[in-house]
Protein backbone atom coordinates (compact mmCIF):
# COMPACT_ATOMS: atom_id res chain seq x y z
CA UNK A 1 0.00 0.00 0.00
CA UNK A 2 1.35 3.13 -0.87
CA UNK A 3 2.00 6.03 1.86
CA UNK A 4 1.04 9.87 1.38
CA UNK A 5 2.56 12.75 3.22
CA UNK A 6 1.26 15.41 3.02
CA UNK A 7 2.35 18.74 4.66
CA UNK A 8 0.46 21.33 1.45
CA UNK A 9 -3.49 20.74 0.34
CA UNK A 10 -2.09 21.42 -3.20
CA UNK A 11 -1.09 17.77 -3.82
CA UNK A 12 -4.16 16.26 -2.96
CA UNK A 13 -5.52 16.33 -6.72
CA UNK A 14 -1.96 14.16 -7.34
CA UNK A 15 -2.75 11.98 -4.56
CA UNK A 16 -6.17 10.90 -5.34
CA UNK A 17 -5.66 11.03 -9.23
CA UNK A 18 -2.36 8.64 -8.09
CA UNK A 19 -4.95 5.92 -7.11
CA UNK A 20 -7.37 5.99 -9.12
CA UNK A 21 -5.10 5.44 -12.30
CA UNK A 22 -3.56 2.50 -10.75
CA UNK A 23 -6.94 1.45 -8.79
CA UNK A 24 -5.52 1.55 -5.15
CA UNK A 25 -6.32 2.75 -2.24
CA UNK A 26 -3.66 4.52 0.26
CA UNK A 27 -2.75 6.00 3.61
CA UNK A 28 -2.60 9.69 4.11
CA UNK A 29 -0.22 11.63 7.03
CA UNK A 30 -1.50 15.33 7.29
CA UNK A 31 1.67 16.86 8.88
CA UNK A 32 0.82 20.57 8.72
CA UNK A 33 -2.38 22.60 10.04
CA UNK A 34 -2.79 24.30 6.64
CA UNK A 35 -6.09 26.33 6.39
CA UNK A 36 -9.32 25.11 6.01
CA UNK A 37 -7.96 21.50 7.23
CA UNK A 38 -10.70 20.37 8.69
CA UNK A 39 -12.88 20.93 5.61
CA UNK A 40 -10.51 18.85 3.43
CA UNK A 41 -10.46 16.19 6.40
CA UNK A 42 -13.94 15.82 6.62
CA UNK A 43 -14.71 15.45 2.95
CA UNK A 44 -12.22 13.10 2.41
CA UNK A 45 -13.93 10.52 4.94
CA UNK A 46 -17.21 11.25 3.58
CA UNK A 47 -16.28 10.78 -0.29
CA UNK A 48 -18.48 7.64 -1.50
CA UNK A 49 -15.67 5.81 -2.42
CA UNK A 50 -12.65 7.31 -0.22
CA UNK A 51 -9.19 6.61 -1.69
CA UNK A 52 -7.39 6.39 1.63
CA UNK A 53 -8.36 3.48 4.04
CA UNK A 54 -6.89 5.61 6.90
CA UNK A 55 -6.27 9.47 7.25
CA UNK A 56 -4.20 10.60 9.92
CA UNK A 57 -3.50 14.20 11.27
CA UNK A 58 -0.16 14.74 12.87
CA UNK A 59 0.04 18.39 12.92
CA UNK A 60 2.16 19.84 15.63
CA UNK A 61 -0.76 23.06 15.88
CA UNK A 62 -3.47 20.79 15.44
CA UNK A 63 -2.36 19.41 18.45
CA UNK A 64 -2.14 22.48 20.23
CA UNK A 65 1.88 22.49 21.29
CA UNK A 66 2.62 25.08 23.67
CA UNK A 67 6.28 24.79 24.80
CA UNK A 68 9.70 22.90 24.05
CA UNK A 69 8.62 19.65 26.39
CA UNK A 70 4.93 19.41 24.52
CA UNK A 71 7.27 19.68 21.27
CA UNK A 72 9.27 17.02 22.67
CA UNK A 73 6.29 15.17 23.82
CA UNK A 74 4.44 15.33 20.52
CA UNK A 75 6.94 14.55 18.12
CA UNK A 76 8.01 11.20 20.16
CA UNK A 77 4.24 10.46 19.52
CA UNK A 78 4.12 11.62 16.04
CA UNK A 79 6.97 9.02 15.27
CA UNK A 80 5.13 5.90 17.04
CA UNK A 81 2.25 6.52 15.22
CA UNK A 82 4.26 6.86 11.77
CA UNK A 83 6.22 3.18 13.07
CA UNK A 84 2.56 1.81 14.08
CA UNK A 85 1.62 2.44 10.44
CA UNK A 86 4.67 0.50 9.40
CA UNK A 87 3.65 -2.19 11.20
CA UNK A 88 0.23 -2.28 10.82
CA UNK A 89 0.52 -2.25 7.00
CA UNK A 90 2.97 -3.45 4.07
CA UNK A 91 4.04 0.31 2.65
CA UNK A 92 5.31 -0.13 -0.76
CA UNK A 93 6.13 3.53 -1.41
CA UNK A 94 6.34 6.66 0.10
CA UNK A 95 5.20 10.15 -1.91
CA UNK A 96 5.83 12.73 0.23
CA UNK A 97 5.86 16.80 -0.90
CA UNK A 98 8.65 17.42 1.16
CA UNK A 99 11.60 15.34 2.01
CA UNK A 100 13.16 17.83 4.93
CA UNK A 101 11.21 17.72 8.35
CA UNK A 102 11.09 15.03 10.85
CA UNK A 103 8.31 13.27 10.77
CA UNK A 104 9.00 13.40 6.52
CA UNK A 105 12.65 11.97 7.27
CA UNK A 106 11.20 9.50 9.21
CA UNK A 107 8.83 7.67 7.35
CA UNK A 108 11.26 7.81 4.36
CA UNK A 109 13.96 6.11 6.45
CA UNK A 110 11.22 3.20 7.60
CA UNK A 111 10.85 2.72 4.30
CA UNK A 112 14.25 3.15 2.64
CA UNK A 113 14.42 -0.15 1.55
CA UNK A 114 11.52 0.45 -0.42
CA UNK A 115 10.56 2.99 -2.90
CA UNK A 116 10.26 6.48 -1.79
CA UNK A 117 8.90 9.46 -4.25
CA UNK A 118 9.62 13.30 -3.61
CA UNK A 119 6.99 15.36 -5.07
CA UNK A 120 7.81 19.05 -5.59
CA UNK A 121 6.33 21.48 -3.44
CA UNK A 122 6.54 24.81 -5.37
CA UNK A 123 8.56 27.41 -6.16
CA UNK A 124 11.96 26.90 -4.40
CA UNK A 125 12.95 23.60 -6.22
CA UNK A 126 13.90 26.26 -8.94
CA UNK A 127 14.45 29.71 -7.00
CA UNK A 128 16.85 29.62 -4.18
CA UNK A 129 15.58 31.23 -1.59
CA UNK A 130 16.48 34.57 -0.47
CA UNK A 131 15.17 34.25 3.23
CA UNK A 132 17.69 36.01 5.72
CA UNK A 133 19.29 33.59 8.69
CA UNK A 134 19.87 35.24 11.94
CA UNK A 135 23.20 34.67 13.56
CA UNK A 136 21.57 32.78 16.68
CA UNK A 137 19.53 30.18 14.26
CA UNK A 138 22.87 29.84 11.69
CA UNK A 139 25.31 29.22 15.00
CA UNK A 140 23.14 28.01 17.73
CA UNK A 141 19.56 26.88 16.55
CA UNK A 142 20.73 24.72 13.59
CA UNK A 143 23.59 22.75 15.39
CA UNK A 144 21.64 22.58 18.88
CA UNK A 145 18.61 21.18 16.41
CA UNK A 146 21.16 18.95 14.34
CA UNK A 147 22.00 17.54 17.84
CA UNK A 148 19.04 16.67 19.01
CA UNK A 149 17.19 15.37 16.95
CA UNK A 150 19.74 12.33 16.11
CA UNK A 151 20.09 12.11 20.18
CA UNK A 152 16.30 11.77 21.28
CA UNK A 153 14.11 11.53 17.89
CA UNK A 154 16.26 9.16 14.99
CA UNK A 155 19.84 8.86 14.59
CA UNK A 156 19.80 8.28 10.91
CA UNK A 157 18.21 12.16 10.84
CA UNK A 158 19.44 14.51 8.12
CA UNK A 159 20.22 18.14 7.96
CA UNK A 160 17.87 19.90 5.02
CA UNK A 161 20.31 18.99 1.73
CA UNK A 162 17.55 21.03 -0.91
CA UNK A 163 14.21 20.01 -1.56
CA UNK A 164 14.12 16.63 -3.31
CA UNK A 165 17.73 16.15 -2.15
CA UNK A 166 17.19 13.69 0.46
CA UNK A 167 18.90 10.49 -0.13
CA UNK A 168 16.27 8.29 1.12
CA UNK A 169 14.05 9.57 -1.75
CA UNK A 170 14.74 7.45 -4.67
CA UNK A 171 12.62 9.47 -7.14
CA UNK A 172 11.22 13.07 -7.67
CA UNK A 173 8.33 14.24 -9.80
CA UNK A 174 9.11 18.00 -10.98
CA UNK A 175 6.34 20.02 -13.17
CA UNK A 176 9.72 21.99 -14.95
CA UNK A 177 12.37 19.41 -13.92
CA UNK A 178 15.24 21.09 -16.72
CA UNK A 179 14.84 24.33 -14.65
CA UNK A 180 15.43 21.99 -11.00
CA UNK A 181 18.62 24.19 -9.29
CA UNK A 182 19.26 21.17 -7.12
CA UNK A 183 21.75 18.50 -8.99
CA UNK A 184 19.03 15.45 -8.23
CA UNK A 185 20.92 12.32 -9.21
CA UNK A 186 17.48 10.30 -9.44
CA UNK A 187 14.96 9.59 -12.18
CA UNK A 188 12.97 12.54 -12.27
CA UNK A 189 9.54 12.38 -13.91
CA UNK A 190 7.92 15.30 -15.39
CA UNK A 191 4.31 16.03 -14.39
CA UNK A 192 1.09 17.20 -16.62
CA UNK A 193 -2.29 17.95 -16.30
CA UNK A 194 -2.87 13.91 -16.70
CA UNK A 195 -1.69 13.49 -12.96
CA UNK A 196 -4.02 15.93 -11.67
CA UNK A 197 -6.97 14.79 -13.34
CA UNK A 198 -9.76 12.34 -11.14
CA UNK A 199 -12.81 11.43 -11.39
CA UNK A 200 -13.37 12.15 -7.56
CA UNK A 201 -16.28 14.45 -6.08
CA UNK A 202 -13.52 15.69 -3.39
CA UNK A 203 -13.58 19.63 -4.92
CA UNK A 204 -17.13 19.44 -5.84
CA UNK A 205 -18.22 18.30 -2.22
CA UNK A 206 -15.24 21.14 -1.05
CA UNK A 207 -17.46 23.50 -2.94
CA UNK A 208 -20.36 22.60 -2.33
CA UNK A 209 -19.99 22.87 1.22
CA UNK A 210 -18.98 26.36 0.89
CA UNK A 211 -21.71 27.42 -1.29
CA UNK A 212 -20.38 27.34 -4.72
CA UNK A 213 -20.50 25.41 -7.51
CA UNK A 214 -18.89 23.34 -10.50
CA UNK A 215 -20.70 25.40 -12.81
CA UNK A 216 -20.38 28.80 -11.50
CA UNK A 217 -16.52 28.03 -12.62
CA UNK A 218 -17.37 27.01 -16.01
CA UNK A 219 -17.90 31.00 -18.10
CA UNK A 220 -14.88 32.62 -16.00
CA UNK A 221 -12.86 34.94 -18.06
CA UNK A 222 -10.87 36.06 -15.58
CA UNK A 223 -9.17 34.78 -12.48
CA UNK A 224 -6.84 36.87 -10.09
CA UNK A 225 -5.12 35.33 -7.55
CA UNK A 226 -5.05 38.59 -5.43
CA UNK A 227 -1.71 40.33 -3.57
CA UNK A 228 -1.41 41.10 0.01
CA UNK A 229 1.13 43.10 1.09
CA UNK A 230 1.24 42.51 4.98
CA UNK A 231 -0.20 44.36 8.15
CA UNK A 232 3.07 47.02 7.70
CA UNK A 233 1.98 48.06 4.23
CA UNK A 234 -1.69 48.51 4.28
CA UNK A 235 -0.70 52.16 2.22
CA UNK A 236 0.09 49.76 -0.85
CA UNK A 237 -2.94 47.45 0.34
CA UNK A 238 -5.33 50.26 0.09
CA UNK A 239 -3.81 51.26 -3.18
CA UNK A 240 -3.57 47.88 -4.95
CA UNK A 241 -7.24 47.09 -4.16
CA UNK A 242 -8.17 50.99 -5.63
CA UNK A 243 -6.60 49.71 -8.90
CA UNK A 244 -8.48 46.42 -8.18
CA UNK A 245 -11.72 47.66 -8.06
CA UNK A 246 -11.40 50.13 -11.48
CA UNK A 247 -10.33 46.76 -13.12
CA UNK A 248 -13.43 44.69 -12.22
CA UNK A 249 -15.55 47.80 -12.91
CA UNK A 250 -14.09 47.53 -16.11
CA UNK A 251 -14.54 43.98 -16.83
CA UNK A 252 -17.85 44.29 -15.44
CA UNK A 253 -18.98 46.72 -17.99
CA UNK A 254 -17.93 44.71 -20.63
CA UNK A 255 -20.25 41.60 -19.09
CA UNK A 256 -16.68 39.43 -18.65
CA UNK A 257 -17.00 37.50 -15.50
CA UNK A 258 -13.86 37.37 -12.97
CA UNK A 259 -13.03 35.36 -10.01
CA UNK A 260 -10.46 36.79 -6.93
CA UNK A 261 -8.46 34.79 -4.83
CA UNK A 262 -7.85 36.40 -1.50
CA UNK A 263 -4.25 35.53 -0.43
CA UNK A 264 -4.72 33.43 3.07
CA UNK A 265 -3.60 36.03 5.18
CA UNK A 266 -5.62 38.56 3.90
CA UNK A 267 -8.83 39.63 5.63
CA UNK A 268 -9.40 42.92 3.55
CA UNK A 269 -13.60 43.00 3.33
CA UNK A 270 -13.64 44.19 -0.47
CA UNK A 271 -16.86 45.38 0.30
CA UNK A 272 -17.23 47.61 -3.09
CA UNK A 273 -16.21 44.88 -5.42
CA UNK A 274 -18.18 42.11 -4.20
CA UNK A 275 -21.02 44.43 -4.98
CA UNK A 276 -20.34 44.29 -8.92
CA UNK A 277 -22.72 41.66 -10.37
CA UNK A 278 -20.40 39.87 -12.51
CA UNK A 279 -17.32 39.31 -9.84
CA UNK A 280 -17.05 35.89 -7.35
CA UNK A 281 -14.97 35.49 -5.00
CA UNK A 282 -13.39 31.81 -4.83
CA UNK A 283 -13.04 30.06 -1.26
CA UNK A 284 -10.12 29.67 0.63
CA UNK A 285 -9.25 26.38 -0.73
CA UNK A 286 -5.75 26.15 -2.40
CA UNK A 287 -5.91 27.34 -6.20
CA UNK A 288 -4.35 24.09 -7.80
CA UNK A 289 -7.44 22.27 -6.60
CA UNK A 290 -9.73 24.29 -9.34
CA UNK A 291 -7.28 23.69 -11.95
CA UNK A 292 -9.29 20.47 -13.58
CA UNK A 293 -12.32 22.35 -13.72
CA UNK A 294 -11.42 26.18 -14.95
CA UNK A 295 -12.76 26.45 -18.28
CA UNK A 296 -9.91 26.19 -21.27
CA UNK A 297 -10.64 29.66 -21.83
CA UNK A 298 -10.21 31.33 -18.68
CA UNK A 299 -7.26 33.86 -18.19
CA UNK A 300 -5.24 33.46 -15.38
CA UNK A 301 -3.11 36.78 -13.13
CA UNK A 302 -1.05 36.75 -10.16
CA UNK A 303 2.15 37.63 -8.94
CA UNK A 304 4.90 35.05 -8.36
CA UNK A 305 3.99 32.26 -6.82
CA UNK A 306 4.20 28.31 -6.70
CA UNK A 307 0.07 28.74 -8.04
CA UNK A 308 0.90 30.11 -11.46
CA UNK A 309 3.64 28.06 -11.87
CA UNK A 310 1.71 25.20 -11.98
CA UNK A 311 -1.13 26.83 -13.72
CA UNK A 312 1.26 27.37 -16.35
CA UNK A 313 2.69 23.86 -16.40
CA UNK A 314 -0.63 21.89 -16.01
CA UNK A 315 -2.44 24.05 -18.45
CA UNK A 316 -2.23 22.03 -21.65
CA UNK A 317 -4.49 23.93 -23.39
CA UNK A 318 -7.06 24.32 -20.34
CA UNK A 319 -5.72 27.37 -19.08
CA UNK A 320 -4.42 30.58 -20.50
CA UNK A 321 -1.54 31.53 -18.01
CA UNK A 322 0.14 35.20 -17.32
CA UNK A 323 1.25 36.84 -14.33
CA UNK A 324 1.02 40.38 -12.65
CA UNK A 325 4.13 41.45 -11.43
CA UNK A 326 2.63 43.84 -8.35
CA UNK A 327 4.97 44.97 -5.65
CA UNK A 328 6.80 42.09 -4.27
CA UNK A 329 8.62 40.43 -7.26
CA UNK A 330 12.39 40.00 -7.82
CA UNK A 331 14.86 39.68 -10.09
CA UNK A 332 15.56 36.43 -10.21
CA UNK A 333 11.91 34.91 -10.05
CA UNK A 334 11.18 37.29 -12.88
CA UNK A 335 14.04 35.41 -15.21
CA UNK A 336 12.65 32.05 -13.92
CA UNK A 337 9.31 33.21 -15.35
CA UNK A 338 9.90 34.69 -18.55
CA UNK A 339 12.03 31.25 -19.47
CA UNK A 340 9.08 29.38 -17.93
CA UNK A 341 7.05 31.03 -21.12
CA UNK A 342 4.80 33.01 -18.27
CA UNK A 343 3.47 36.10 -19.66
CA UNK A 344 5.04 39.54 -17.62
CA UNK A 345 1.97 42.01 -16.60
CA UNK A 346 4.67 44.71 -15.07
CA UNK A 347 1.60 46.01 -13.01
CA UNK A 348 -2.15 46.15 -12.69
CA UNK A 349 -2.66 48.90 -15.25
CA UNK A 350 -1.25 46.23 -18.13
CA UNK A 351 -4.39 44.06 -17.16
CA UNK A 352 -6.82 46.99 -18.12
CA UNK A 353 -4.70 47.47 -21.32
CA UNK A 354 -5.37 43.64 -22.26
CA UNK A 355 -9.22 44.28 -21.81
CA UNK A 356 -9.50 47.00 -23.63
CA UNK A 357 -7.24 45.15 -26.79
Not at 58 to 63: A, I, V
Request: charged residues 20%.
Amino acid sequence: MKLFLLNAPRYLAYYIALLEKSNEKGILIITDNFNLLDIYHKTLLNLDNPPFTKTIILSEKYFKVKNFYQKIKYRRFALNCIKDVFKQQAITEIITSNDGPLLHQYALWLNRNGKNTYLEDGMFNYLLSNKKHSWWGIYIRSPFNNWLYKKIYFKEWLPNLGVGNNPYTNEVHLTYPDYSIFNLNKPILSLSIQHFLYTSQFVVNILKKLNLSKTSLANIDYIILLDYHGKKQQAQQKEYQKKLLKICQNMNSKSLNVALKTHPRDFSSYDKIKQLENVIFLPAIVFELFLPIINNKTIIIGGFSTSIMLANALSNFEVKTTVSTNFSNNNQAKILFEKLGIGNMDNLNKIEDSINE
